[in-house]
C-alpha cells in the first residue's frame, strides 16, 4: 500500500498564483478599456481639437490682416480723391485770375503795361501747370461738348469747318484726366450758298 506521506511528496507542491486583473469596469459595468489607450486617445483627440482651433484661428486672422489691407487702400483711395477735389477748387479760384487777364490782354497794345499783364498771366499759366492743370486747346478742332459748351455760332459756307471750333471765349482746363473746367467756344455751321 502506499504511503500517504509519499503521495504528498510526488504532488508538486501549491504554488500560490496572485493574478492582477489591469481591466477597468465601469460603474454601468460595461468593460473599459485599457487606461492607458483611452488617455491616449483623449490627447490626441485634443491635439487634433486644438490643431483645428489653431487653424481656425490663423483664418481668421489672415481674415482680419486681408480687411485691414483693404481698408487701408481705401482710406488711401479716399483721401488722394478727397485732395484731388481740393486741388481743384482750388484751381478754379486760380483759372479765373488767368481768364480776367486773358480778357485784359484782348484789346492790349504793346504798352509796358500790357506786357506786364501778360508776365503775370504767363507766370500763373507755368504754376497752374506745375500743380498738375492742363491748358486744353480747342482751336480748330471739332466741337466736343466733354470739353466746351458753345456759346455762339458762326456761319461759314466752307464744308470742311462745319462743327469746328472757330475762337475760344474761354479757355478748358483738366486736371490730370479729369475736365476741371469745360470751354467757351465759337463753333462753325455750315450753311449752303444762296444760288442766284
Same mark, same amino acid.
Given at each position: ?13 501549491? =504554488? ?5 486583473? /489591469? /481591466? ?7 468593460? +473599459? ?18 490643431? &483645428? ?12 490682416? @486681408?480687411?485691414?489691407? $483693404? ?5 488711401? &483711395?479716399? #483721401? ?9 477748387? =482750388?484751381? *478754379? =479760384? ?13 484789346? +492790349? ?7 506786364? =499783364? ?31 459748351? $458753345? ?8 464744308? +470742311?469747318?462745319?462743327? /469746328? ?12 484726366? #479729369?475736365?476741371?473746367?469745360?470751354? &467757351?467756344?465759337?463753333?462753325? /455751321?455750315? *450753311? +449752303?450758298? @444762296?444760288? $442766284?
Amino acid at each position: 500500500m502506499s504511503d500517504p506521506s509519499n503521495q504528498r511528496e510526488s504532488e508538486p507542491p501549491e =504554488v500560490a498564483v496572485r493574478v492582477n486583473d /489591469r /481591466r477597468r469596469v465601469r460603474e454601468d459595468g460595461v468593460e +473599459a478599456g485599457e487606461p492607458e489607450v483611452t488617455e491616449v486617445a483623449r490627447l490626441t483627440a485634443d491635439l487634433e481639437a486644438a490643431r &483645428r482651433r489653431i487653424d481656425e484661428l490663423a483664418r481668421g486672422l489672415q481674415h482680419s490682416e @486681408a480687411e485691414r489691407e $483693404a481698408f487701408k487702400h481705401r482710406m488711401t &483711395r479716399e #483721401r488722394d480723391q478727397l485732395l484731388e477735389l481740393e486741388k481743384g477748387k =482750388v484751381a *478754379v =479760384v486760380l483759372l479765373e485770375s488767368i481768364d480776367d487777364l486773358d480778357l485784359c490782354l484782348r484789346s +492790349a497794345d504793346d504798352s509796358p503795361f500790357s506786357k506786364g =499783364v501778360k508776365l503775370i498771366r504767363d507766370g500763373l499759366i507755368k504754376r497752374a501747370e506745375e500743380f498738375g492743370l492742363e491748358r486744353v486747346e480747342l482751336l480748330g478742332l471739332p466741337f466736343d461738348p466733354n470739353l466746351s459748351e $458753345a456759346s455762339d455760332m458762326e456761319l461759314t459756307d466752307d464744308q +470742311a469747318s462745319d462743327g /469746328r471750333v472757330v475762337e475760344v471765349l474761354k479757355a478748358a482746363w483738366r486736371l490730370k484726366s #479729369r475736365v476741371l473746367r469745360p470751354g &467757351r467756344v465759337k463753333v462753325a /455751321r455750315y *450753311v +449752303a450758298p @444762296a444760288q $442766284a
